[in-house]
């Protein structure tokens, strides 16, 4: 009996892959690496700015969303557990949530520059060269032309 159930976990990777199934395994191990990426980055000396958060939590929102369809659609094929599928689209929101403020860091940080660049070419007058009482349009001085 022993032999037969050796025979039968032997035959069990050949049969997954045989049935579809290894692209979630494909899935969850790029999402493993992202993963480590995004924690050895944590854990160094310079810190990932919100453009490489951003673009790497895209990456695992994207790869999250992809391994909880394929999971859902193939559960009965598969035997994936229903509550394989909730720690995943849990996870995935957690995941949106931290892409979403990194990437809104980055459009606030984008808004910052494009104000300091645009006060920068008025020569940092607040009325943008214009009367400096009313705040209107650079008058023509009257008299003798």
Do not use: H, Y
């Not at 032997?10 to 290894?22: R, Y």
């Not at 490489?52 to 992809?66: D, E």
């Amino acid at each position: 009996m022993g032999l037969a159930a050796a025979a039968f976990i032997d035959a069990a990777p050949a049969q997954a892959q045989a049935s579809g199934c290894e692209k979630l395994q494909t899935l969850l191990q790029e999402r493993q690496k992202i993963i480590v990426s995004l924690n050895a980055a944590q854990k160094s000396k310079t810190k990932l700015t919100p453009q490489q958060a951003c673009g790497s939590m895209g990456r695992l929102v994207s790869n999250g969303a992809s391994a909880v369809k394929f999971a859902t659609d193939n559960q009965d094929w598969c035997q994936i557990p229903a509550s394989f599928i909730d720690n995943m689209k849990a996870d995935n929101e957690k995941a949106v949530g931290i892409r979403n403020q990194a990437c809104n860091a980055v459009k606030q940080q984008a808004e910052m520059m494009r104000r300091a660049q645009k006060q920068a070419q008025g020569g940092g007058n607040p009325f943008g060269g214009g009367d400096a009482i009313t705040g209107g349009g650079m008058r023509i001085p009257q008299g003798a032309l």
